[in-house]
């Protein structure tokens, strides 16, 4: 199960959690409604914990590095690796 941490309580101590999945970066087929939050926030996002966070969301061979250099510790991707 995925949470919010910004929304559920029950996880705002969050020192059990050692990964975080932040999405969608960019905008994605997969989720056409879904708008991405972009790099400027997936970088806040790195800096504000000690998780490991991964970028998800419209990921491909011509973004992901961006995501790494972000502060990401890894990427998830569907339609990148569907080809």
């Not at 910004?6 to 959690?17: E, G, I, Q, V």
């Not at 989720?31 to 970088?43: N, S, V």
């Amino acid at each position: 199960m995925i949470r919010s941490l910004r929304y559920d309580s029950r996880f705002h101590s969050a020192s059990r959690l050692i990964n975080s999945v932040f999405s969608p970066i960019f905008a994605t087929p997969t989720h056409p409604e879904a708008k991405g939050i972009g790099l400027d926030m997936l970088t806040k996002a790195c800096k504000s914990t000690q998780m490991k966070v991964f970028a998800l969301g419209g990921i491909n061979e011509n973004n992901y590095q961006k995501c790494l250099d972000a502060g990401a510790s890894g990427v998830a991707a569907i339609s990148m690796f569907k080809k």
